[in-house]
């Protein structure tokens, strides 16, 4: 059935650091992709989203490309900030509901 | 900019009681969620609806979950007999449409917790 893997927690970074958080998804059809951030104490929020095949999906120094030849949507920033600690979430969604990845912790120390 | 509100933030109940999680969608968004998230694990789909109707709904939600939207504002979550592998974070989500490419929109969680 459709799933969603992520690379397992915790990541522990320094500030400034490039990040790289991997995804792959199995999915019928062309699903979109999302990638969800969760920080301490607080509900989801959508990151990024991309919806075909090459799109590249970005906000707050975050980017992620749809590739649908390696089924991948891995999350990457060039230099993270203590702020981003958070749990993240990679997702897609081909029909009505969405389908999570279970979360990678990400660390950043000062 | 509109929001997903859920209430209460943390509901703490006996096992075999109910409990009902509010929340109120945004309010032109026209498809409602349901999800939860046992502590530490990802966070899983229950049920979907619209036009006052369960349109899909998880292995999850058995006979013991229900969903209502009472009024024009609020849908709701009712769990009747309450047991200890309830306990989650429960989210609720809507969007405008039902669309792959739409986004849907969190509310922040009621923390149910199943003594």
């Known amino acids: 059935g459709d799933s969603v893997t992520q690379m397992e927690g915790p990541v522990t970074l320094s500030e400034e650091a490039f990040l790289t958080i991997n995804c792959t998804y199995t999915?019928?059809?062309?699903?979109?992709l999302f990638w969800y951030v969760q920080y301490p104490g607080e509900g989801l929020q959508l990151l990024l989203k991309?919806?075909?095949?090459?799109d590249k999906g970005s906000n707050k120094g975050f980017e992620a490309t749809y590739r649908k030849e390696t089924t991948s949507f891995h999350l990457e920033k060039g230099s993270v900030q203590v702020s981003d600690s958070a749990v993240y979430f990679c997702?897609?969604?081909?029909?009505?509901?969405?389908?999570f990845g279970k979360g990678t912790r990400l660390h950043i120390l000062p | 900019e509109p929001e997903v509100t859920q209430t209460p933030s943390h509901q703490v109940t006996q096992m075999g009681q109910e409990v009902i999680l509010r929340c109120v969608p945004i309010?032109?968004?026209?498809?409602f969620y349901w999800y939860r998230q046992i502590l530490g694990q990802k966070v899983e789909f229950l049920v979907s609806?619209?036009?006052?109707?369960?349109?899909?709904k998880s292995e999850i939600f058995d006979d013991q979950f229900s969903v209502e939207r009472p009024d024009g504002s609020n849908f709701t979550l009712k769990i009747r007999s309450t047991k200890l592998e309830d306990s989650a974070m429960y989210f609720c989500?809507?969007?405008?449409?039902?669309?792959?490419?739409?986004?849907?929109?969190f509310g922040p969680g009621t923390r149910l917790t199943v003594l």
């Open positions: 609806f619209y036009n006052n109707e369960i349109s899909e």
């Open positions: 999915a019928t059809g062309y699903p979109s």
């Open positions: 997702a897609h969604r081909g029909d009505d509901k969405i389908i």
């Open positions: 309010s032109n968004h026209l498809y």
């Open positions: 991309a919806t075909k095949a090459d």
């Open positions: 989500a809507s969007s405008e449409l039902g669309l792959a490419y739409n986004e849907q929109f």
